[in-house]
């Protein structure tokens, strides 16, 4: 079977349908990207980083009803790793770290708010 078809596109090509769910297919890529925002408290993180251009642990905690301290850095430190956010350490004795969204983390949020506006129309 050469082809295959979509709803929305037609007939889609076996290169195509290879490129979309092979090893290095769109699928993939898409199931990293879920990864990395995955976690009850990694989006409610990045929003508050997009309201604010930066913002200290102690302000995030205030500002995300629920969260403890322990999960909070735990995801910080994901999201960091992940390249979404940046912390920003300013050697000063006491210490002193802020933390903003990267500029992949901005390029994320059109995708975030489209999925919110997405779920808003989409039937539960």
Wanted: with cysteine.
């Amino acid at each position: 079977m050469d082809q295959a078809s979509t709803p929305l596109n037609g007939p889609v090509t076996a290169e195509h349908r290879a490129a979309c769910l092979g090893p290095d297919g769109a699928a993939e890529h898409v199931i990293r990207v879920i990864r990395m925002i995955q976690g009850r408290w990694k989006l409610p993180i990045l929003l508050r980083l997009f309201a604010d251009p930066a913002m200290r642990s102690s302000q995030l905690l205030r500002d995300i009803p629920g969260i403890s301290q322990k999960m909070l850095t735990q995801h910080l430190r994901e999201l960091e790793a992940d390249h979404l956010i940046e912390r920003i350490d300013f050697e000063e004795k006491p210490l002193r770290v802020e933390y903003r969204l990267s500029r992949e983390g901005r390029k994320l949020m059109p995708f975030i708010f489209e999925a919110a506006r997405f779920s808003v129309g989409h039937p539960q």
